[in-house]
């Protein structure tokens, strides 16, 4: 996957994600900006990951492939979700706003692989899927936590809750992403 948003674009994302919040946490109305670009349109996956203080995860959750929705619909969505919805942690208050920092991926369309050997650590995150139980990891999960492709695999069997070793037997998607973040001192 070639980078395909520009820093504009990046920044426009960023800014939306970080305005949704506002407006969910606060009430205080915030119009999305005038004459999103054409890449802020496309039907794209991503995930908003939002770090509080000492960047402790407090929340992360994104669709993986666009479907219907725009991008920039997505990040909206998913910025919420992530404040909201994530079932790890308590929802994030209007207080923790100023501490909340925002990360974003926008994903690739996922393809199947046919043996895990074809997983490349710091390039691709991992959906699996066996009988009704689906995980996904993230790219960057694998990097930050120093895992090899075993540690990784063994990850996404116990995020989707499936016995260790499921992964040789399973369906393996990869896809990559695109990441980029706020800097610690928007607000």
Known sequence: MKPHLNDT????LLQI???ALIEFLTGERRPLPRDLPPALHEKRGAF???FGRNRALRGCIGRVEGVQTPLYRTVQEMAIAAASRDYRFPPVTATELPDIHIEISVLSVPHKIDSPEE???GRHG???RKGGAVGLLLPQVATD?????TQ???AVCQKAHLPP????????FVFESEVFEEGYAAG
Do not use: C, M, P
């Open 152 to 154: 990784f695999l063994e």
């Open 126 to 128: 991992i959906i699996i």
């Open 48 to 50: 908003v990951t939002l």
């Open 9 to 12: 674009e990046k920044q426009l």
């Open 17 to 19: 994600a970080r305005n």
């Open 119 to 121: 997983l490349e650590i």
């Open 145 to 149: 936590r120093g895992w090899n492709r």
């Open 165 to 172: 070793g499921s992964w040789r037997t399973a369906d393996l």
